[in-house]
């Protein structure tokens, strides 16, 4: 059987890599959606993989419509998707305030990942994988205490209530009051981490009689446009194709029990809490 792939913010940085890692591995009748949210930069980024396996198609994860259309859309093309790779992101500004990028933060990286979460999960055939690219930020642990609970989430309703809440606690500035860090992309990972949980929560019983994986997945620190702002020094970082090849073995390779609805990074699990 093809294996059917989707991979979102995949025009550049580590999607891109993702994509080009997905068709590199392909056989001749796979078929790997790159993704994106702008057409010419996505037809742009396909033509340099040049590879028969790639399709393109202009999703941009803040439209639930659009991304619950293309879960359909896949599903009566070839009756559904065997790896869906979440890494769609809007980027951070150092210095800028938190209260001007906190709204478009949340509706990429948060409501964006619920989007696919609750799209994609259904169409996900047995034995698939669905990966969100969080980050090592994204456990409570990044958390005082008493906000911990705030992520004990039933749904994915409850994540997205969770974060709305807190965006709004930036945007009228009580969230430091309140505890959260000021960095936002600290809550942010934690909610897509928790969604990821929430999901796996549902469906963990049915998914491992099928070996179908969904965790949240950290890359380490990858060199692309969107880090290099954030570090002076990025003689650690990670290429994309490097950060991308471990994903993909998870992705890809034999399952373990361990790692499902967990953050996992470099084949060890990041503890929650
Ligand atoms: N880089 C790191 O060190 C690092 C570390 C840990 C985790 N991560 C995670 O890895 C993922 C990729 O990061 P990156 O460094 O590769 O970021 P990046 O270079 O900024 O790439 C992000 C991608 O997401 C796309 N995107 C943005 N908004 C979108 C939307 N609304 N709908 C669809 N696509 C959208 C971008 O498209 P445009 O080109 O159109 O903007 C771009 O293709 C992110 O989830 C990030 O948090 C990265």
């Not at 749904?155 to 965006?167: F, Q």
């Not at 897509?192 to 380490?220: F, H, I, K």
Request: charged share 20%; glycine share 10%; hydrophobic share 45%.
């Amino acid at each position: 059987m093809s294996r059917i792939s989707v991979v979102t913010g995949a025009n550049q940085g580590l999607g891109f890599a993702l994509a080009e890692g997905l068709a590199r591995r392909a056989t001749s009748s796979d078929v790997v959606y790159l993704t994106g949210r702008d057409a010419g930069r996505v037809a742009e980024a396909a033509a340099r993989i040049d590879h028969k396996t790639i399709r393109t198609h202009v999703l941009d994860v803040r439209d639930g419509n659009a991304v619950t259309a293309f879960a359909d859309e896949l599903r009566e093309r070839h009756g559904g998707v065997d790896v869906v790779l979440s890494n769609a992101a809007a980027r951070l500004t150092p210095g800028a305030p938190s209260s001007d990028q906190v709204g478009p933060f949340v509706d990429t990286n948060n409501l964006g990942t619920t989007h696919m979460l609750r799209a994609f999960g259904p169409v996900l055939r047995p034995g698939g994988a669905l990966l969100v690219v969080a980050s090592s930020f994204g456990t409570v642990r990044q958390l005082p205490r008493h906000l911990h609970e705030r992520f004990a989430a039933k749904s994915l309703d409850d994540v997205d209530a969770t974060m709305l809440a807190w965006r709004d606690a930036v945007l009228d500035g009580t969230a430091a009051g309140q505890g959260w860090p000021d960095w936002i992309n600290i809550p942010s990972k934690i909610g897509q981490v928790a969604a990821v949980r929430a999901v796996a929560a549902e469906r963990r019983e049915a998914d491992s009689a099928t070996g179908t994986l969904v965790a949240a997945v950290c890359p380490g620190l990858v060199d692309t446009d969107a880090s290099r702002p954030w570090f002076a020094d990025m003689s650690g970082a990670a290429s994309p194709a490097e950060a991308a090849e471990p994903l993909l073995d998870l992705a890809l390779g034999t399952r373990r029990p361990e790692f499902y609805g967990e953050l996992v990074q470099f084949g060890r699990v990041l503890r929650w809490s």
